[in-house]
């Protein structure tokens, strides 16, 4: 044994040697090292997970991206999770993963989950790597040639959001999700006007009843504009209660859409069925699970037509493979979270469950920026609305180590933003 303290417990390699498995591995290729790197290239702060191995040059990448808790992972990578991995042989990735998950005692969460997704998917990327195949192929292959995916259409008026929607059109894009703005803090992903409730508390507030009358007037006049075949989404964000979500969900009926997001917040989840069951229109939520148990429940219980799954939350790909199967049995299609705080190499295991599964729905884009490019070589692109996988092995996606560097990530940019979010009477509300 060597060193002092908790590294006593660790063999000349850096081991644990509690760690190994009651079997031989069939050759001597073993994890080397596991770290994290955080990256901001974009100025989200990104978590990328590298598991080394005694091969030279073969290593794998995986996303533990959690923005907002970005240091808390990369520690929990670091200091827990990785070293557990060490001296395994990377090709038992569903031991090794179910093994870090259990030695937390306390388990699940996001930044757990984001910290074992990383290593999973690195794991994978090293099983791609070493047999030569894109790992859509040690999944089964395609199920379709490509992935269509959707795109976000915003502004602080009607007007300024529909003329974003068409130029998404004019890209080739045909599916589109639509946020408006409005007074004071406006909606989610969308600006609003600077004192819009000048006699309240809080002049910059949120208001519901606003919001519920300012999403159909949007609705009425996207379709009226952009005509009848645009699949278009809205993105409620949480803030809504059970009824309210009902009465919005009924107040769309007209105007056809593919899916409402997000609709009350995770904390009232085990209302969604009865929500589910008065709506419409088709309810999208999963971004916000950060278990596989509560992913279950979400398909089982019947309160989702859309898992809207964060692969890096859940435990990676691992997990994420055996929930869309479940989802394939029981009717439930899939339309993956990947905004801008998810890596490109999140966007390619996202990609890779997209384009082998039948039970596939849609797909969330982000077009990332030169600087994204630069970090990670290999970034998934969008063309005329679809994402193509790559041939190369593994995910195809690599890590610019010296290029990350030059873009520090920065504490509490969601933060501020969110601890923003009140009513008009002052009292905060989901962001």
Known sequence: MTGSGPDRLLDASGALPEARPPWQPRDSLRITRVRAVVTAPEGLPLVVVRVDTSDDGLYGLGCATFTQRYAA???????????????????????????????????????LGNALSGIDQALWDIAGKRAGLPVHELLGGRSRAAVEVYSHAAGPTVGDTLDAAEQLLAEGYRHIRLQVGGPGTGTYGAPGTPGGYPRSPHPDGWDVAQYLRAVPELFAAARERLGPEVS????????????????????????????LEDVIAPEHYDRLPEVRAASPVPIAVGEQIGSVTDAVRLIRDGGIDL??????????????????????????????????????????????????????????A??????????????????????????????????????????????????????????????????
Do not use: C
Not at 77 to 104: C, K, N
Not at 238 to 259: D, G, I, N
Not at 323 to 344: K, M, Q, W, Y
Not at 410 to 423: G, I, N, P, Q, S
């Open 73 to 111: 992972v990369a520690a929990a990578v670091d200091e827990h999770a990785g070293p557990l991995a060490v001296g395994r042989h990377p090709a038992d990735i569903e031991d090794i993963t179910r093994m870090i998950h259990y030695s937390s005692y306390w388990r699940g969460g996001p930044v």
């Open 232 to 259: 278009l989404m809205h993105d409620v964000h949480s803030r809504l209660t059970p009824k309210q979500a009902v009465v919005l969900a009924r107040s769309l009926e007209p105007y056809r859409l593919s899916f």
């Open 307 to 364: 898992l809207r799954l964060h692969t890096s939350a859940v435990g990676g790909l691992t997990p994420t493979r055996k929930l869309v199967a479940l989802a394939e049995l029981l009717g439930v299609r899939t339309a993956f979270h990947s905004p801008g705080d998810i890596s490109p190499v999140g966007v390619a295991a996202n990609l890779a469950v997209d384009i082998s599964t039948p039970a596939f729905g849609y797909q969330e």
């Open 366 to 431: 982000h077009t990332y920026g030169d600087a994204v490019h630069e970090v990670f070589p290999g970034t998934p692109v969008v063309r005329e609305g679809h994402l193509y996988p790559s041939d190369a092995p593994g995910w195809g996606v690599d890590l610019d180590e010296k290029a990350a560097a030059a873009y520090p990530p920065v504490k509490f940019l969601h933060e501020r933003w969110a601890t923003r979010v009140r009513r008009p009477d002052g009292g905060l509300e989901a962001p």
